[in-house]
C-alpha cells in the first residue's frame, strides 16, 4: 500500500519541483504574449504560439510530475503509455488558452481556461500512476475536488494578474501557477491509495532512474530551448515596443487611445494642445467633455462604424474641441480600431489645425473684399457713365436754352441702362421662389432662335438648327432657360461680326442628362480668357458688363445643371449647357412636391 506523506518528502525535490513548474508558466506566459503581440493578420502564427504555449506547460508539469514521484513512495514505473497523458493533456490546454486568448467574447474565459488546464492536470497526474503494476487503487473524491478546486482557483488568479499587466506581471502569474500546481499534484497524491502486485527490485529501479535521467533531460533541455527562444523574441519585442514608444513620445501630432469613450493614453502632445499639465487631467475622462457639442451625435456614429466600411478611403473627420483652460482647438482626425484583451480600443492621430483654420478665414475674407472691391468699382463704373450722361444733360435742360423733347428718348434710354444693371445685380444678391415645371427645351430653343433672328439675320449669321417635333422635357422656369439661351445666342452673333454659322444640337446623353450645344465660328479667345468667363463685369466685349453670361451660370446652377466651354483660336466656340432630362411619367409625381428654391451662391465652375 502506497500513500504520499508531504510532510516527508526532500526538501531539494520540493524546490526543483516547483522550480521546474514555475519556470514553465513564466515561459507560456512569455509566449502568450507573443501570441498577443503577433495580432498581425497571420492567424497561423498566433495559434503556434498558443500550441507552444500549452506544450511547454504540459511539459512543466508532466516533469514535475516525475520528480515529486521519485520523492514519494509511489513506485515510477516506466511503461509505453507514460507520454499517454502528455499528448492527450496538450490539446486540452491548447484548448483552454484558445478560448481565454482568441475568443474575447466569451463571458467567464478566464474560469474556462482555469478549468481547462485543471482538467488536463488531474489527467497528467493520475494517467501516470496507472499501469500494469497496480494490484489495488482507491480515490478521495472529496480530497480530489478541493485539489481540483484549489488549482483552478489559482490558475484563475495566474490568468486575473496577467490581463492586469502590472509590473513583473509574468514572474507573478508564473509563481502562483506553479504553487497551484504543486498543491494540485501533493493533494491529488494524498487522495490516492494504490496496491502494487510487486516490489520495485533494485536492479528495476536503476533502470527505471537511467531511463527518467534520460527523459529529464531530453524535457529540460526542452524547456530552455523553449525558455530562451521566448527570452530572444521578447527582448527582440520590448526593443520593438521602446522605438514605438518614443516615436509615439516625440511625435509632434496628438496620438490618443479610447476605449468606451474615454481618454485611455495621450501622448505629451496631446497633453500641451489640450492645455493638460498631467496626463492624470484627462485620462479616464470622457473624450465629449471636450468636444463640441454640436459634434457628440458625428463622434458616436464615427466611433461605431465599422473598419472597412470605406474601401480605398481614410477614416478621417474634422472635429472642434475645447482645452481644458476653454481655448477652442479646430483638429483633423485619423482614426483606426483594434482589440486589446477582448476591448474595442481606437486610436486618434489628431493635428492641430486651428492656425490653419484662421490663415483659411483671413484669406477667404481677403477674397470677399477683393471680390467685393470688384464688383463696387465695376457697378460704379457701369452707373457712373450714363449718370455723367444724364447729369449734363439735366445742366442743359436746367439753362432753358434748348428743346427738352430732344433729349428725353436718351435720358430713357440711359436710365433703361442703369435700371437694367440694378436688375441682374438683384438677381444674383436676392434669393427667389420658383416654381419648376416640365419644359420642352426644343420649344424654347426655338422661340429664342426667332427673338435673335432679326439680329442674326443683320449680320449675316446663319442659325444652323435640325427642328424636331419630339419635344425634350426637363424642369425649370421657361422665361429663365429662355434667359440663357438668349444671351448665349447673342454673345455668339456679337462674336462673328462679318458673318458665319451658329450651330445647335440638342440631344440626350447617357445618365438622363440633355445636353445643348451652342456653336459659332468667331475667333475664339484664348485659355486665360475662358477661365474668367462667368466672372461679373468681365467681358471681351468693348460694351457689356459680364454680368449676363454670369446670370445665365447662376439660372443653370440653380435648375441642377452646369454650363461648359471649349474655345480654339481662329476656330470658334462652343458652349455646352448640361440640364437632367425629365421623363413625362414623372411629371405627376414631381408636381406633388413644393416649389424649388433657388440657391444663393453661384457655382464654381470647371472647364
Given at each position: ?34 501570441s498577443n503581440s503577433s495580432s498581425s493578420s497571420n492567424s497561423q502564427a498566433r495559434s503556434g504560439w498558443i500550441v507552444g504555449a500549452a506544450s511547454l506547460l504540459t511539459l512543466g508539469h508532466w516533469t514535475m510530475h516525475v ?375 426644343r420649344k424654347v430653343m426655338e422661340e429664342s432662335m426667332g427673338m435673335v433672328g432679326s439680329q442674326a439675320h443683320m449680320q449675316q449669321v446663319n442659325l444652323q438648327y435640325t427642328l424636331m417635333e419630339e419635344p425634350i422635357w ?134
Amino acid at each position: 500500500m502506497m500513500k504520499a506523506m508531504i510532510l516527508q518528502l526532500n526538501p531539494f525535490y520540493i524546490v526543483l519541483a516547483l522550480t521546474i513548474m514555475c519556470y514553465a508558466a513564466y515561459a507560456m506566459f512569455s509566449m502568450i504574449d507573443h501570441s498577443n503581440s503577433s495580432s498581425s493578420s497571420n492567424s497561423q502564427a498566433r495559434s503556434g504560439w498558443i500550441v507552444g504555449a500549452a506544450s511547454l506547460l504540459t511539459l512543466g508539469h508532466w516533469t514535475m510530475h516525475v520528480v515529486l514521484l521519485l520523492a514519494s513512495d509511489f513506485m515510477l514505473v516506466i511503461a509505453w503509455n507514460v507520454f499517454l497523458p502528455f499528448f492527450l493533456s496538450v490539446p486540452i490546454t491548447f484548448c483552454g488558452l484558445y478560448l481565454y486568448l482568441r475568443k474575447p467574447w466569451v463571458r467567464g474565459r478566464q474560469w474556462l481556461c482555469a478549468i481547462f488546464i485543471s482538467a488536463s492536470s488531474v489527467i497528467l497526474h493520475h494517467l501516470t500512476q496507472w499501469t500494469e503494476a497496480i494490484e489495488q487503487f482507491s480515490l478521495n473524491p472529496v480530497l480530489l475536488s478541493i485539489s481540483i478546486l484549489l488549482h483552478a482557483s489559482g490558475i484563475f488568479i495566474a490568468l486575473v494578474i496577467y490581463g492586469m499587466k502590472k509590473k513583473f506581471y509574468r514572474m507573478i502569474s508564473g509563481i502562483v501557477v506553479g504553487i497551484s500546481t504543486m498543491m494540485l499534484h501533493k493533494l491529488s497524491l494524498e487522495s490516492v491509495i494504490v496496491k502494487y502486485e510487486h516490489i520495485l527490485s533494485l536492479d528495476r529501479m536503476n533502470d527505471y532512474l537511467l531511463l527518467v535521467a534520460f527523459i529529464l533531460s531530453v524535457t529540460t533541455l526542452l524547456s530552455l530551448i523553449f525558455g530562451y527562444t521566448s527570452w530572444l523574441n521578447t527582448r527582440k519585442y520590448v526593443m520593438i515596443n521602446k522605438q514605438y514608444k518614443q516615436l509615439v513620445e516625440n511625435s509632434m501630432d496628438t496620438i490618443a487611445l479610447i476605449k468606451d469613450g474615454k481618454w485611455d493614453y495621450m501622448n505629451p502632445s496631446g497633453l500641451r494642445m489640450f492645455e493638460a499639465a498631467l496626463e492624470a487631467q484627462l485620462a479616464g475622462s470622457s473624450i465629449y467633455s471636450l468636444l463640441q457639442d454640436h459634434h457628440h451625435e458625428e463622434m458616436g456614429r464615427w466611433l461605431d462604424k465599422q473598419e472597412g466600411d470605406e474601401a480605398g478611403e481614410l477614416d478621417f473627420m474634422e472635429f472642434q474641441w475645447k482645452t481644458l483652460k476653454g481655448n477652442m482647438l479646430h483638429t483633423e482626425i485619423v482614426k483606426t480600431s483594434t482589440v486589446q484583451s477582448g476591448v474595442l480600443v481606437h486610436q486618434f492621430i489628431i493635428r492641430d489645425i486651428s492656425q490653419r483654420k484662421k490663415y483659411e478665414k483671413q484669406l477667404i475674407d481677403s477674397e470677399k473684399l477683393s471680390i467685393a472691391g470688384e464688383l463696387a468699382a465695376g457697378i460704379a463704373h457701369e452707373i457712373r457713365n450714363p449718370l455723367t450722361s444724364l447729369k449734363g444733360f439735366m445742366q442743359l435742360i436746367a439753362t432753358g436754352r434748348i428743346q427738352q423733347n430732344r433729349y428725353y428718348p436718351i435720358i430713357k434710354s440711359e436710365l433703361a441702362r442703369i435700371e437694367s444693371t440694378v436688375s441682374e445685380m438683384l438677381m444674383l444678391a436676392k434669393p427667389q421662389v420658383y416654381e419648376f415645371k416640365p419644359v420642352n427645351v426644343r420649344k424654347v430653343m426655338e422661340e429664342s432662335m426667332g427673338m435673335v433672328g432679326s439680329q442674326a439675320h443683320m449680320q449675316q449669321v446663319n442659325l444652323q438648327y435640325t427642328l424636331m417635333e419630339e419635344p425634350i422635357w426637363v424642369l425649370g422656369v421657361n422665361s429663365q432657360l429662355k434667359q440663357v439661351f438668349i444671351n448665349i445666342l447673342k454673345n455668339a452673333i456679337e462674336a462673328m461680326p462679318y458673318g458665319g454659322d451658329i450651330t445647335i444640337a440638342i440631344a440626350i446623353e447617357e445618365g438622363d442628362v440633355v445636353r445643348i450645344d451652342i456653336h459659332d465660328e468667331g475667333d475664339g479667345i484664348t485659355d486665360e480668357q475662358l477661365s474668367k468667363m462667368g466672372q461679373p463685369f468681365y467681358t471681351t466685349k468693348d460694351k457689356g458688363t459680364g454680368l449676363g453670361l454670369m446670370v445665365s451660370y447662376k439660372i443653370i446652377y440653380n435648375h441642377g445643371g452646369k454650363i461648359t466651354a471649349i474655345s480654339k483660336l481662329e476656330i470658334g466656340t462652343t458652349i455646352t449647357i448640361r440640364l437632367p432630362h425629365y421623363k413625362p411619367a414623372q411629371e405627376k409625381e414631381q408636381l406633388s412636391k413644393p416649389s424649388l428654391q433657388a440657391a444663393n451662391d453661384v457655382p464654381q465652375r470647371k472647364e
